[in-house]
């Protein structure tokens, strides 16, 4: 079955999560049904029903017609997880450069969907015109890349986030004035290292579907330190992109971790991350919570701006994505 | 013997040369009167008791990460509480988790520590825990037959 269009496009829209074509094998029965989403003012189309397997052709044709991304719900990640670890992560019948050049192709077509995930307004406008240049960019950082994918292996919603913050970082600095491809960039591969260390955070407090406990709670908020102490003696990272991760659960009120900064002690870049990465969390799926409405989520960035967020970045976050507010 | 204020002429001169950039909060009034044994809170898991040491030490700087310029300058803090793994101090900057610094403390004996954590406490005044990272550098240099 095939061609279905969803009732409710925006709870669906949102209830979605990018994956590769590349990462697909013919004839594998997948566990997880597989939905096309050809742009943001449509709604996703149900492409494959679970168990029915892709053959070489179908492949064939999704790429020949540039479809690089379908999509899958959210509380399926883990399924599609545990299948992508076994026909491209952790498999003999790759070598490491071949799976690295493939892991590249995939994430392309990840990190380009980010700038479609339904975000209305000028999101569009700024994929079109930096959104190719923006991913040779991150194309050339082996490094980032190499971290990304480690994070992909760990945990494939918090990769997806990664992709999206650094979609959103990029379009609020550059908003903002930034425009130096240098300087885009080395923003882009903050973002995308800035949840790194949860990569040593337990999949099972990442994505658990009960209210944390206190030490958990605690676990989780040791990942900007974790992430801060895995890059922090690189001679390659600067050290704008080490505040990101370290900085972007501070909050300008002084109320955030973890040192419990205020104002301008936070570095800029990392008031950019915050944005972005409450932005996406909230407006994302996850197998524990629906994804709230962009409204909402707008709502609650000008309540907080001035007391959590800088209020000149929620500002222009909000004219730029929703020019009518 | 490292708490109380009877230090070395040799110290008091480094102090003297060691800018204080600590504000401490209007209302720790009691700062430095504090003594004995600090209350461990109960979700605290910590290996050694901490004692109360309020007292002054000096900082010295050290270059740890390569996108932070830290250049050799040293500053006078004050130390907090004690125990056998680490320390904790006020200081007016922020550190970083990992960095790598000597704190010689009012017993004037150099001890190479590293950031553990640090908390904001008020304007210029960061709460730092450490943990003490190997030999002295005085300890190490005997060792090794340094001059």
Redesign the interface.
């Known amino acids: 079955m095939s061609g279905q269009v969803i009732a409710d496009p925006n709870r669906a829209c949102a209830g979605l999560v990018a994956i590769a074509v590349e990462t697909l094998l013919p004839r594998d029965a997948l566990d997880f049904d597989l939905y096309l989403w050809p742009s943001a003012d449509s709604p996703p189309v149900l492409y494959r029903e679970a168990n029915y397997p892709l053959d070489e052709t179908d492949l064939d044709r999704l790429l020949s017609q540039g479809v690089q991304t379908l999509y899958i719900p959210a509380a399926k990640c883990r399924a599609y997880q545990q299948y992508l670890r076994k026909v491209v992560l952790r498999t003999r019948r790759l070598r490491p450069t071949q799976r690295f050049s493939l892991l590249k192709k995939a994430n392309r077509g990840v990190f380009e969907s980010a700038f479609r995930s339904g975000v209305p307004g000028r999101m569009m406008e700024f994929a079109e015109e930096f959104g190719r240049q923006l991913w040779e960019v991150v194309c050339d950082r082996d490094m980032v890349l190499a971290h990304l994918f480690a994070v992909m292996d760990h945990d494939y919603l918090t990769y997806t986030h990664l992709t999206n913050v650094c979609a959103y970082s990029v379009a609020l600095a550059h908003w903002l004035g930034v425009n130096r491809p240098g300087e885009i960039g080395a923003i882009a591969a903050g973002a995308l290292l800035h949840d790194y260390g949860k990569r040593h955070m337990p999949p099972a407090i990442l994505n658990k579907t009960d209210r944390l406990t206190?030490s958990e709670r605690e676990i989780i908020r040791g990942h900007v330190?974790a992430g801060?102490?895995t890059f922090?003696?690189?001679?390659n990272?600067?050290?704008g992109q080490?505040m990101m991760i370290?900085q972007h659960h501070e909050r300008i009120n002084?109320r955030g971790y973890?040192?419990?900064?205020?104002g301008e002690?936070i570095h800029p870049w990392a008031k950019i991350c915050a944005i972005a990465d409450v932005f996406d969390a909230l407006t994302s799926a996850r197998p524990y919570r629906p994804p709230d409405p962009l409204e909402d989520v707008l709502e609650y960035l000008q309540q907080r701006a001035g007391s959590d967020f800088d209020p000149e970045m929620v500002r222009c976050w909000v004219a730029k994505i929703c020019p009518t507010n | 013997m490292l708490g109380g204020e009877d230090m070395s002429h040799e110290l008091e001169v480094l102090f003297a040369r060691s800018p204080c950039l600590v504000r401490l909060p209007p209302s720790w009034t009691d700062f430095f009167e504090k003594t004995g044994l600090v209350q461990a809170a109960l979700?605290e898991r910590r290996q050694f008791p901490r004692i109360n040491l309020r007292s002054r030490a000096v900082l010295q700087y050290r270059q740890?990460?390569?996108?932070?310029p830290r250049p050799a300058f040293t500053y006078t803090v004050y130390t907090k509480d004690i125990s056998r793994s680490g320390v904790s101090f006020l200081h007016g900057e922020?550190l970083?988790?990992?960095e790598q610094m000597i704190l010689i403390l009012p017993d004037g004996k150099p001890r190479r520590i590293q950031v553990v954590?640090?908390?904001?406490i008020g304007p210029s005044c960061?709460e730092i825990g450490a943990c003490f990272a190997g030999p002295s550098p005085a300890a190490s240099e005997e060792a090794s037959g340094a001059p």
């Open positions: 206190p330190v801060f102490t922090c003696t690189q001679e990272i600067h050290w080490l370290y002084g973890p040192v419990g900064l205020v002690e | 979700a740890t990460f390569p996108s932070l922020q970083y988790p990992s954590r640090c908390r904001r960061f």
